[in-house]
């Protein structure tokens, strides 16, 4: 490690006993907890009917909206969240980052390019969604993303050139002097990656996490179908609309507790989502705490 902090973090002080995970567990995928999770999603679809009246198309808020919107203010309350570990040490993350996976033609040999969007704390659910409608109209236009260029320039090379270059790349990183620039635009570089299997009507899978970059949580999202629920008014089963989530974690960066909290916070927005609709209100030292130098307007 030859800076203390990064393009990306800031060095974060941990215990002693945390200090050591890296070092027994080197890579992110040998570090993973898996958890998994079905949502009630009755509440939340009966609020898309609502507010989503008398809109085109093309500007509806979808329930893949709510999940982004649910997780990062998730995220903003628990913010352990966006912490991660790189060159064996710990940080901060300085911006709340998604990545997900955009297929440019709906059809089986549609081009896929992956977006990573940038997300202030104090965003609704509409700047959410303007922010996703954005950067996919983007993706899909002639433009597409500078993330695919420098894929295409480094596989211009020979192999032995591909190798070389992986390798600088990896040892730029672990010692902090990566630069920014090759950082900004990667999706393995962000808060969490999420996959939406159910927008192609599959259910969600157990996914690993990537050894490269600096994500430390993936979600997997299932398609909408019919499922017993608790009815806790009642005190008996119902069947409503359901959806499953599976998540991948790096172990390293939070205890099981911490993750279970967590959890449930995502599924008490997912489920009851009206909240996400307004700003939060949160307090100004709240939001210095998460330490962000990237915020978009």
Known sequence: MILKDRPDGKALKVPNFKKLNPYMFPTRDESVLFAEERFDIDKAIAMLLEINKGKDPEYRINLFHIILAAYLRTVVERPILNTFVAGQRYFRRNELSFSFVVKKDISDEGEETILKIVFNPEDTLHDVARRVREAVSLSRSATGNTTEKEIDLVMALPRFGIKAFMWLYRFLDYNNILPGFMIKT?????????????SIGMDSISHHLYNWGTCS????????????????????????????????????????????????TFKKYVEHPEPLLEPAGYTKEHLDELDLGCVPE
């Open 217 to 264: 949580v993936f979600i997997s999202v299932g398609k909408v179908k019919k499922g017993p629920i608790f009815d806790n008014r009642h005190g008996n089963m119902k069947i409503g609309h359901v959806l499953d989530m599976k998540m991948t974690l790096d172990d390293r960066v939070a205890d099981g507790v911490y993750y279970y909290n967590s959890l449930s």
């Open 186 to 198: 990667d999706p393995l570089y962000s808060t969490a990656f999420f996959t939406n299997l159910g």
